[in-house]
């Protein structure tokens, strides 16, 4: 990968409107630091508030359980080839309780082994999501009995936000960390 588009912004060099949104995002669940996709972002401050805002809804105050929405948020991030975002969530999805053996699969391309029930119909129901763009009777019933309605919006939501979140960050070429391999081998 190149070099990042967006050169990263300092305190002093930030506008008003910029500094108010990173303050924000650094005073909130996320944490220190412009980590991800904030820092492009924040060259359009309003988007970046709007979406920082869903996106600490979706990561830290779903009904699904948190390893089964890591689980939704690294099949997005290998969908879209978005390497950082597989990278740190990755390794979030394990902190959760995520098999690694689960997770590299996914990073290769394969449908996982050993999944438990509700790790199965979260990987059915995200992975027929995102390669359709719907998600047939078939899928959605057993997710619905499972997680109810809010559940299947919850996971429609963290689906659609870190699709976006990948594509910020394969546009602004958000490189992994110093010395890191990235995790997605090609399909």
């Known amino acids: 990968m190149s070099e990042p588009r967006f050169p990263e912004l300092a305190p002093e060099t930030m506008t008003d409107e910029q500094r108010a949104v990173a303050e924000a995002i650094q005073s909130g669940p996320r944490g220190s630091g412009l980590r991800g996709p904030f820092n492009a972002l924040l060259r359009s401050p309003q988007l970046c508030d709007a979406v920082q805002r869903v996106g600490a809804r979706v990561r830290f105050g779903s009904s699904i359980p948190a390893p089964l929405n890591e689980l939704a948020i690294c099949l997005a991030g290998r969908k879209w080839g978005a390497q950082y975002e597989f990278f740190a969530h990755r390794r979030l999805g394990i ?5 690694p053996d689960i997770l590299d699969s996914i990073a290769a391309g394969r449908r996982p082994r050993n999944l438990s029930p509700d790790e199965f119909l979260v990987y059915e129901f995200v992975t027929e999501l995102l390669t359709t763009g719907a998600v047939s ?16 919006i919850d ?11 990948s594509l910020v960050l394969n546009v602004a070429q958000v490189p992994l960390p110093e010395g890191e391999t990235p995790p997605l081998q090609p399909l």
């Open 95 to 99: 902190e959760a309780g995520l098999n």
């Open 137 to 152: 009777d078939a899928r959605y019933q057993p997710a619905l009995e499972r997680f109810g309605d809010r559940g299947i």
């Open 155 to 165: 996971l429609v939501g963290v689906v659609g936000y870190y699709t976006l979140v």
